[in-house]
């Protein structure tokens, strides 16, 4: 079975800052990731994914994400955190590109 | 394109009432999923339809719930009687091939 684990349900950065949100998956196959931003009182909305080819994948917003097969990581960055960054993050997998599997979420808090 | 259409964004009602919810996905989609979002449980993926047959219901919690596509282009989750504990915001979410696009939401409260 798939299951996805994200290390940290908080992360505090400051402006200007790294942003490094940790992923990690389990699965049996390649598989699809993705990442996903939930803003307060919106519904979630696609930052980034990982089907094949390119191992570094870059996203809106400045974000991107590197899928290391031999770490079974899928980490997301962004070089300098911005205010409006402030959000909950969803790491996702799927095998078939249908149903996915989502980890519990990481908060994202950006200090001014 | 008008993105995934969720109906009503926010509803009260009291226990015992049944409760519907609506969605409507993107045109075109062939894929239909309903989530639950609480603190407690995290997002929980409840059924997901394949050109409006549903595919997998072991998410739905109980049988006081039950979702049905009479069209690819309109879904309802109904729960019926409702309980508190079921107070959470829905998701409805649509895809094609391996994006899911995903609805506002409902905020559901059950007093």
């Known amino acids: 079975a798939q299951s996805v684990t994200q290390l940290g349900s908080h992360v505090s950065v400051s402006e200007g800052a790294l942003v490094l949100l940790r992923c990690n998956y389990s699965?049996?196959?390649?598989?699809?990731l993705f990442w996903y931003v939930q803003y307060p009182n919106q519904g979630l909305q696609l930052l980034l994914k990982?089907?094949?080819?390119?191992?570094l994948v870059k996203g809106i917003n400045g974000f991107e994400a590197e899928f290391k097969k031999s770490e079974t990581s899928f980490h997301l960055t962004k070089p300098s955190a911005h205010m409006s960054d402030a959000a909950e993050y969803f790491c996702a997998v799927t095998k078939y590109g249908n149903k996915l599997v989502f980890g519990a979420g990481t908060i994202l808090r950006v200090k001014s | 394109d008008a993105g995934v259409i969720q109906s009503p964004r926010h509803e009260v009602t009291e226990m015992g009432q049944e409760v519907t919810l609506r969605c409507k996905p993107i045109?075109?989609?062939?894929?239909l999923f309903w989530y639950r979002q609480t603190m407690m449980r995290g997002l929980e993926l409840l059924i997901y339809?394949?050109?409006?047959?549903?595919?997998?219901d072991s998410g739905m919690p109980e049988d006081r719930f039950s979702a049905k596509m009479p069209n690819a282009s309109f879904s309802t989750l109904k729960i019926q009687p409702s309980e508190p504990r079921d107070s959470a915001v829905y998701f409805c979410?649509?895809?094609?091939?391996?994006?899911?696009?995903f609805g506002p939401g409902t905020r559901l409260t059950v007093l």
């Open positions: 339809f394949n050109n409006n047959v549903p595919i997998d």
């Open positions: 990982y089907t094949t080819g390119a191992t």
């Open positions: 979410a649509s895809s094609l091939y391996n994006e899911q696009f």
């Open positions: 699965s049996s196959v390649p598989p699809y």
């Open positions: 045109s075109g989609h062939d894929y």
